[in-house]
């Protein structure tokens, strides 16, 4: 015949009232009588499933001056961040405000909207722009990392009152 696996006993369990639970405790190798079942922890979401919800916020986009943009994959923020590298480049060199071929001198600067609307953006304008595609992304980083800090995470981090509007 097997060993029995611990913890285990061939003990029978101590009588109860039905209100209360016999619990076997291997470390003392006896049963106690407690009062009522201990409670399980109560549920809380995981780190994991924050992340996930920042990064499908990140991915639906910001307004900006009174447009909507997309950045659901990587490449569409680094395609922002370049050009915002540029305009700050072209601001140093003296691109003037208005000025719309601060990037190229045969055409007017511009970024497509969600809606497909071409913005013309001097270099100021698409300064701006990053910027706030940059605080955008910040703003809903913080905000996952808040709620990864709560001890339990709250089942409800999905709701849009932990994330910035």
Not at 59 to 73: A, I, V
Not at 75 to 102: P, T, V, Y
Request: hydrophobic share 40%.
């Amino acid at each position: 015949m097997d060993p029995m696996p611990g913890p285990c006993t061939l003990t029978p369990p101590l009588e109860t009232s039905g209100k209360e639970v016999a619990i076997y405790r291997d470390w003392k190798d006896a049963w106690e009588v407690l009062a009522s079942k201990p409670l399980p922890p109560p549920p809380s979401a995981q780190p994991y499933e924050v992340d996930a919800e920042r990064d499908r916020r990140v991915e639906l986009g910001f307004e900006f001056m009174g447009k909507h943009y997309q950045t659901r994959e990587a490449g569409d923020r680094e395609n922002i961040l370049g050009a915002m590298s540029n305009a700050l480049l072209a601001i140093m060199r003296g691109a003037k405000e208005g000025e719309l071929r601060w990037e190229n001198p045969e055409k007017d600067f511009f970024w497509i909207a969600t809606d497909n609307s071409r913005v013309p953006m001097d270099a100021q304008t698409a300064l701006a722009f990053g910027q706030a595609a940059m605080s955008r992304k910040s703003a809903l980083v913080q905000a996952g990392s808040d709620l990864k800090a709560m001890t339990p995470i709250p089942l409800d981090f999905a709701a849009d009152k932990w994330w910035p509007s």
